[in-house]
């Protein structure tokens, strides 16, 4: 799933003409579940590592989250 989610932020960059490698993709949500700021089982880590295989610039905000954990 992380990688599918991955491949649709790629192929979106890529319908609305941006180029891929140096683009900012922000993901909003970080946490496992909602409410709760537990990271530890959160496919969001995979999905950024396929991200920056493309050169992608990404960023991450989740209000349940200190600065330090994101």
């Given amino acids: 799933m992380p990688g599918h989610v991955a491949r649709m932020a790629i192929m979106g960059l890529n319908d609305v003409g941006k180029v891929i490698r140096g683009s900012n993709v922000l993901i909003m949500g970080l946490t496992y579940k909602e409410d709760v700021p537990d990271i530890r089982?959160?496919?969001v880590f995979e999905i950024v590592?396929?991200?920056?295989?493309?050169k992608i610039e990404v960023y991450g905000y989740d209000p349940l989250l200190s600065d330090e954990m994101v």
């Fill in 41 to 43: 089982e959160s496919q």
């Fill in 49 to 54: 590592r396929e991200l920056k295989a493309y």
